[in-house]
């Protein structure tokens, strides 16, 4: 069983950075695929960036080009680099692990950590 956990969140005005990290327990981490999603008060949780057990990147349209979606294997942990926050970015951001379990894949979720951007 996987197990996530968060840090990095905080209060940041528009224009800031704040990395995200999410450290990741087991040894399958770099079979797993990673991704961040969030989630704004009243809102439903959506992705954020993900990136595969390869390396390729994805990243939500509202997102290109201000964030980041990065792995090291070898600490088993996954960052969101967050460039250019937006009072629009304020969210829980939770990092997701899908990893291979038996004939399919099992999704882990950490306990999220709060993002608050000020004007």
């Known amino acids: 069983q996987v197990q996530l956990v968060e840090s990095g969140g905080g209060l940041v005005q528009a224009g800031g950075s704040l990395r995200l990290s999410c450290a990741a327990s087991?040894?399958?981490?770099?079979?797993?695929?990673m991704a961040w999603y969030r989630q704004a008060p009243g809102k439903r949780r959506e992705l954020v960036a993900a990136?595969?057990?390869?390396?390729?990147?994805n990243a939500a349209d509202s997102v290109k080009g201000r964030f980041t979606i990065s792995r090291d294997n070898a600490k088993s942990t996954v960052y969101l680099q967050m460039n250019g926050l937006k009072t629009e970015d304020t969210a829980v951001y939770y990092c997701n692990a899908r990893y291979p379990w038996g004939l399919g894949a099992m999704d882990a979720w950490g306990q999220g950590t709060r993002v608050t951007v000020s004007s």
């Open positions: 990136i595969t057990s390869g390396g390729s990147t």
């Open positions: 087991g040894s399958i981490f770099s079979s797993s695929d």
